[in-house]
């Protein structure tokens, strides 16, 4: 039998143990549970991502930036990724994330908002045009990065206006609602110029020829208003290539500049910029031969238009040319599609250049499409008119040079180029390679800059006796953009009083036909010269047209009212017998033959005219007016231009003598050195001018650079005139001087075409000249253009 106490005894102890054994069961159960939480943890999923510290931007937006999202995997990679995206976003100033369990904690702040923009200190450049170079703007997110790269800019912006010690220092002003005003407080600096341009390394050409070559200058007090003397990297770079051009052009063709230099003095406020350069051996010309594949054109037709010759010095730009002159031939013979390359062979044992021209067909190319673009106020079909190929027409270089010279000879445009898809073409490239043989269509575009045509034009005159000359015309030649010419011309000299209105249609009905008309009063004080006033009121209508190549027709008809007035009682009887009204009524033409390489401004060619006058159909004057005129242009050498040019004009009455309204009058402008009326036919008793019914002039000049002034557009030109004016067509000449003999004078002149428009001065001696003919010295005239 069992004690009571035993039992209690093994009771307690089974107690004990089933409670230790289910105490170690729910530990058991708690560790594990514990493990696989961890384990969940750390290869969980994304529960919630929650945005703090945001005011403008939505947690939304925030949430897009980031590159993990909910449902993705958690990860250290994958929180950086999102890290760095919103910081790339440039619209927080700072970012961190945190995990919170199963959700991801975003805390940003955000970059403030500018409110306003300003400039400080800036008095050479103006606010608009540094707006320009800047990125940042109101309303826009601050970053001190971006603030950065806009102070490079402007830094960089003064540094292309010579100003390389100007410092830019942002100050931020905070105010309400996370918005900031930045100030850029600008010290502006001294203009750094070029002090100083040096050369090492040329023995062919002097330090003074090679600066008259490049476009940057060194500083001189004469070149206010250009801004060459201020340093430019870019200028520099253009410099080099100048450079190779000039030696190339000279023979040296193993020339290159080995460095451009620039360093800046220590006080930041000059430059010294040098050249060190390899000249090369000379070379000359070898043997020149011309290949085609043309059939029908073997290649003796072409060697006239080659400008090299065997035995002369190298000079690149004349083989330029002699593509030029082949492209132009080849196409004026009916190849449109041609292509011209020189080959060139050097030997530099012989120091010569072989050069061999192959004129081969190249591919066939169409025209697709002709764009004209950067015209403001210039309408589109201004420009097509005057374009000698049109959409779906072959390729043709010859006629696309005809195009671009006629283009620039409207006067509307300061720049003129002309590119196709195959690249620029301009007066050294066109008539090039052709197009890939893959691409058969090409576009043609017309890129212009425009430039003033409204003229606004003064001139004044000083003679030997102090009379002031002077007129006023206002002029726009391309009124509304549509090419028309309207001209208002007012005279307010002391001899004249003249006011004349025109207007030109230079294309009629669609037409190559240029329509107008003309008004006009004058009142001319003619006491000085003659000793009578002269009137004249009427109109004249005109159209020009083209009546071949290079030759051009005006046909004319005109309605004129003259009168002699206010003859003095001492004045001549010839003048005395002239007293009265009288109307003309007359028809016209002329014809000019134009075969200059610039209208504007020629350097080659010449160009002719011929006209006759009939009147006599109506009114109660009938006379037969011939005029004639030659002018030929030679290019001396690179910068200098000769000009030859002669001008003869003949009158006859029919059945009556020639009026002293119709006379002509010598001098002046139209022979310098010689008073207006100062040359010709002369009552010895009054020393009245009677006029005469035949002269000629002859001029001879030449044009010329002056130097460092040729880069403001300043040039000179000596030239002599020689001429006569001879029978006044009297009754009785036995008592009027008139010996028809040649005067002859000479002088220098100078042209300046100033940004106000062109001024011009001219110092004439009369070197031959009858005692009864009134001279001049002196002679200046000046315009503006607006």
């Known amino acids: 039998m069992t004690e009571p106490g035993g039992i209690i005894s093994r009771i307690a102890n089974t107690f004990v143990a089933a409670l230790f054994v289910v105490t170690l069961g729910v530990s058991g159960v708690l560790v594990t549970d514990h493990e696989a939480l961890a384990q969940s943890a750390a290869n969980g999923v994304v529960a919630a991502i929650e945005v703090e510290g945001n005011q403008r931007i939505e947690a939304d937006t925030v949430r897009a930036y980031m590159t993990i999202a909910i449902g993705h995997p958690i990860s250290n990679d994958a929180v950086n990724r999102s890290l760095k995206a919103l910081y790339a976003t440039g619209l927080f100033a700072d970012v961190t994330i945190r995990r919170a369990g199963q959700s991801i904690v975003v805390n940003v702040v955000e970059n403030p908002i500018i409110n306003l923009m300003a400039f400080e200190g800036n008095k050479r450049i103006d606010d608009d045009e540094l707006e320009t170079e800047i990125q940042l703007r109101p309303r826009t997110v601050f970053t001190q990065s971006r603030v950065q790269a806009d102070v490079q800019r402007i830094v960089q912006r003064y540094r292309r206006s010579g100003r390389f010690a100007a410092s830019v220092e942002p100050k931020v002003i905070q105010r309400g609602q996370n918005r900031v005003d930045l100030v850029f407080e600008i010290s502006e600096g001294s203009l750094t110029e070029i002090r100083k341009i040096d050369f090492i390394g040329n023995q062919s050409f002097t330090d003074g020829q090679l600066k008259s070559e490049i476009a940057t200058k060194e500083a001189r007090w004469y070149r206010f208003l250009s801004s060459n003397d201020k340093y430019d990297p870019d200028r520099l770079t253009f410099d080099r290539e100048l450079l190779r051009r000039h030696y190339m052009s000279k023979g040296f063709a193993d020339f290159r500049v080995v460095t451009a230099v620039a360093e800046l003095s220590r006080d930041r406020k000059d430059f010294f910029v040098t050249f060190t350069l390899d000249e090369g051996e000379l070379y000359k010309f070898g043997k020149v031969n011309v290949e085609t594949e043309l059939e029908d054109l073997g290649p003796d037709r072409f060697y006239g238009f080659l400008k090299t010759a065997s035995n002369d010095i190298y000079n690149s730009n004349l083989v330029e040319e002699s593509i030029q002159d082949l492209t132009f031939e080849v196409g004026r013979l009916g190849y449109a599609f041609v292509d011209i390359r020189p080959i060139a062979k050097r030997n530099r044992e012989e120091r010569t250049i072989d050069v061999t021209y192959q004129i081969r067909e190249g591919p066939r190319v169409y025209i697709d499409r002709i764009d004209i673009v950067n015209n403001v106020r210039t309408l589109d079909k201004v420009v097509r008119r005057e374009f000698q190929l049109a959409e779906g027409d072959a390729f043709n270089t010859a006629k696309l040079r005809k195009s671009r010279r006629n283009i620039r000879a409207l006067g509307y445009f300061d720049k003129v180029e002309i590119k196709d898809d195959r690249g620029l073409l301009d007066d050294k490239t066109l008539g090039g390679a052709g197009a890939s043989p893959a691409n058969d269509r090409t576009v043609i575009t017309v890129d212009v800059k425009e430039k003033s045509t409204g003229e606004l034009s003064f001139g004044a005159g000083f003679s030997t006796q102090e009379k002031i000359i002077g007129d006023i015309s206002l002029s726009e030649r391309n009124l509304l953009g549509r090419g028309q010419i309207l001209r208002l011309g007012l005279n307010l000299s002391s001899a004249r009083q003249r006011v004349d209105l025109s207007f030109t249609e230079p294309y009629f009905l669609e037409r190559d036909l240029a329509a107008g008309f003309d008004l006009f009063n004058t009142q001319r004080d003619l006491q000085s010269q003659s000793s009578y006033d002269e009137g004249s009121t009427g109109t004249v209508l005109r159209a020009t047209f083209p009546i071949a190549k290079n030759l051009r027709q005006s046909v004319r008809y005109t ?183 040649t005067r002859l004078s000479m002088g220098v002149g100078i042209l300046w075409r100033s940004p106000m428009g062109p001024i011009r001065m001219d110092f004439t001696e009369a070197i031959v000249k009858e005692n009864f003919d009134e001279t001049e010295f002196f002679r200046f005239s000046f315009g503006t253009r607006f």
Do not use: M
């Open 559 to 741: 309605l004129r009212q003259d009168t002699v007035e206010n003859v003095g009682s001492d004045a001549s009887r010839f003048i005395r017998s002239q007293e009265g009204v009288r109307l003309t009524s007359s028809v016209g033409y002329n014809l000019a033959y134009d075969l200059r390489d610039d209208v504007l401004l020629p350097t080659d060619g010449y160009v002719a005219r011929f006209g006759q006058e009939l009147a006599g159909l109506g009114g109660n004057v009938r006379y037969l007016r011939t005029n004639a005129s030659v002018s030929w242009y030679y290019p001396i050498s690179e910068s200098f231009v000769g000009n030859l040019s002669y001008d003869f004009g003949n009158i006859f009455g029919l059945g009556e003598n020639v009026r002293l309204s119709d006379r002509y009058f010598l001098g002046g402008s139209s022979f310098r050195g010689f008073k207006v009326a100062g040359v010709g036919p002369r009552d010895p008793a009054t020393s009245d001018a009677l006029g005469g019914t035949i002269y000629y002039v002859g001029r001879g000049s030449v044009r010329f650079p002056l130097g460092p002034f040729d880069e403001f557009g300043v040039s000179g030109d000596v030239f002599t005139e020689f001429g006569s004016l001879a029978r006044p067509d009297l009754d009785d000449t036995s008592s009027v001087n008139d010996t028809g003999a």
